[in-house]
Every structure is written in C-alpha cells, then in structure tokens.
C-alpha cells in the first residue's frame, strides 16, 4: 500500500522559533499533498492543499505567512510553523493524494508540536 | 449544511456484534467515498474505498453505497475491542475530499 511518512514524529520548541515538518510519499508520486491540523479530541481542519510546483492553497482564516508551505517535488512537502506560539501546539498531519485510479488520499503519521 | 455529515456517538456495541456507521453528503456529484479509522492520538488510516452503488466487502468491513439516496455507510462484522476508534467518512468532489467530523464507535469487551 502506499506509505507517507513525516519528520519529525514529535517537536518540543521555545516560543518564538520556527518548526519544519517534512511529508514524504515513500512509494508513489504525489499529485497533491494537503496539510491538516488536529486539536484534541476534535476533527481534522484542512489548512492547506499544494499541488508541486506551485504555491499552496490556503483554507480560510490560516495564516500564510505563518505556515509556510514548500512543495518541491513530487514526494515531498514541508510545512514551517514561524514564530511559533503556544496556541500552535496541535498534531499536525500530511497527507498524500495518489494520482492512480484509486485517487486516495493517505496520511502520514503526524506530527506533534509542543510550544513552550 | 455540510458537504459530509456523521453522527458524532458515541456508538457503543458488545464484542461480537455488527457496528453500522453512517454518513451522508450532500453533493450528488461526488464520485468516491472512503472509510478511515483514526486511533486516539494517531493519524487516520485508509480502511475502504467505494466508488459504485452496492456493497464492497474486505474481511469484517463492508462499505455500502447508495447514490440516490446520498448515504455511505460501514459494517463491521465480530467488532472487536481493538476496533474502538474515530472513523471518519470522507468523499471526493472533483478535486476535492470532504471529511466528516468522525463517529466514535466502543466496543465493549
């Protein structure tokens, strides 16, 4: 099966520093990739679809200039949290939309954010 | 109203029994639909995938499909405690998924 991975798995940080969080699709090409947001014991907010080579797609109310997006290849996808606060702790997760018939969409493991 | 609608549950069913998940869309075009179980504090996992009317079966699961009526549906079958999780409904619009906000379903030992 298609496999997504991310890095880092879990990130402790100060106030005010930045964080990047890589997605990987391992084995397969990625025609879109989309990064999401998810806050305890609530559902999956969509913050942001990027399709490589061009700039990403923002869902309203996300700041893109604090969530910086690179979409450099096929395969992988970066999202930078910037001057991140502690109100931006959440578990933020990729995912990967396969461009093959069964055009799924599959996510990666998740990363934790931690700001003190 | 939303594109994908889910009753939140909790849905609680004993060991052994069948759990019937449900969802609803809104947008008759949408043209596949997916089942995702999401484990507390981990990302979502692919279950099933249906694209046509009927029934679609892989082991325990089964994912029904009626477009007319716009409901998609999940059945598993032996629910079994390792079963307890979110699932989340989600469909596909043209380039678009929409995802629900999720069932919990508890399977009691």
């Known amino acids: 099966g298609a496999v997504v991975s991310q890095h880092p798995s879990r990130v402790i940080c100060k106030s005010g520093t930045s964080v990047k969080i890589e997605c990987r699709s391992l084995d397969f090409q990625a025609t879109t990739m989309f990064w999401y947001r998810q806050f305890p014991k609530k559902s999956l907010m969509l913050m942001a679809t990027?399709?490589?080579?061009?700039?990403?797609?923002?869902e309203q109310g996300v700041e893109k200039d604090k969530f910086l997006i690179n979409h450099a290849s096929l395969t992988l996808s970066t999202l930078t949290v910037t001057s991140a606060h502690p109100e931006d702790s959440s578990f933020y997760i990729c995912?990967?939309?396969?461009?093959?018939?069964?055009?799924?969409?599959?996510f990666g493991p998740g990363t934790r954010l931690t700001v003190l | 109203q939303k594109e994908v609608e889910q009753n939140s549950g909790p849905l609680s069913v004993p060991e052994g029994a069948i759990a019937s998940l449900n969802c609803t869309y809104s947008d008759r075009v949408s043209q596949s639909f997916f089942w995702y179980r999401q484990y507390s504090g981990k990302s979502p996992e692919l279950i099933m995938s249906?694209?046509?009317?009927g029934d679609k079966e892989d082991g325990r699961f089964t994912a029904q499909l009626n477009k007319a009526s716009q409901y998609v549906s999940l059945l598993i079958r032996d629910s079994q405690p390792s079963d307890s999780a979110t699932y989340l409904c989600?469909?596909?619009?043209?380039?678009?998924?929409?995802f629900g906000t999720g069932t919990s379903l508890t399977v009691i030992p």
């Open positions: 989600a469909a596909l619009t043209g380039n678009q998924f929409y």
């Open positions: 249906i694209y046509s009317n």
């Open positions: 995912s990967a939309r396969s461009g093959l018939a069964s055009d799924t969409q599959y």
């Open positions: 990027s399709n490589e080579g061009s700039k990403a797609t923002y």
